[in-house]
């Protein structure tokens, strides 16, 4: 008989054993869920942390309805996070500030100055292309009718003799950077051109009387022809018969 109750003693044993470490094991579960249950799933949450509650956009003044303190573990923290409301309120955004995100001490500026201008869009010029600003007016630039993306022709009075000197110039801007990009008066175009373009530009700026004509949107892509030598005092005689 006392072959037979060794083996069964053992199995109630293995039994035992096997429920004492699942209940070892449900306690220590529970205990990492409770406030104060030590470090098992990140420790107590007992560091308070300013958080956004909405969406922040950049050089936006932080109000109280923007904040809100929530508590993490000394494991989840953030390292230099506010810890109070009034640390934040009446601070600018220098950057975009998403909902629940904490606030971080480099995310914040004291006045809207202090604010980063926002990085403009890189102007689309074409490969092998360069972007050039020239003067405009009112005179010289077709009343103010010309607008982006509007072709021009440039024709340049040097000495004696007028001439037509560039075609179908492409508008990329009007107006300096920051202004509104519409037509209207304004100081100046900035147009496409080659380099060597450029250079013949610069000399007929500083060089000669020049005006701009507006083309009719029916001709961009079509090549212009010759006007010929140009204009001077016999050619204008001959053609408006004049003594």
């Known amino acids: 008989m006392a072959t037979e109750v060794k083996p069964r003693s053992n199995r109630i044993l293995l ?38 509650t909405k969406d922040i956009a950049p050089a936006a003044q932080i109000t109280t309805d923007m904040v809100d303190v929530q508590n993490f573990s000394t494991e989840q923290a953030p390292p230099f996070a506010y810890r109070t409301r ?7 955004a220098a950057v975009q500030i998403r909902q629940g995100q904490p606030i971080l001490q480099d995310v914040l ?5 202090d604010v980063p201008a926002p990085k403009q869009d890189y102007l689309k010029i074409p490969a092998g292309m360069v ?15 010309i607008q982006p993306d509007d072709r021009i022709d440039i024709i340049v009075t040097l000495g004696s003799t007028t001439k037509t000197a560039f075609t179908g110039l492409r508008i990329l801007r009007v107006g300096p950077a920051g202004s509104p990009n519409a037509r209207g008066i304004t100081s100046s175009y900035t147009v496409i051109v080659t380099l060597k373009q450029a250079e013949d530009l610069k000399f007929l700026i500083d060089q000669t009387n020049y005006k ?6 029916s001709d961009y892509g079509n090549i212009d022809g010759d006007t010929g030598p140009g204009t001077d005092i016999n050619s204008f005689k001959r053609d408006f018969h004049l003594h």
């Open 15 to 52: 039994i035992f054993g096997v429920f004492l470490a699942a209940l070892a094991f449900a306690g220590a579960l529970l205990l990492g869920r409770t406030p104060g249950g030590g470090n098992a799933l990140g420790g107590a949450k007992n560091v308070q942390i300013v958080v956004a």
């Open 86 to 92: 009034d640390a934040v309120v009446g601070h600018f």
């Open 109 to 113: 500026v004291s006045t809207a100055g």
């Open 131 to 145: 972007a050039m600003q020239i003067p405009a007016g009112e005179l010289v630039g077709a009343g103010g009718f």
């Open 212 to 217: 701009y004509v507006l083309k009719s949107i």
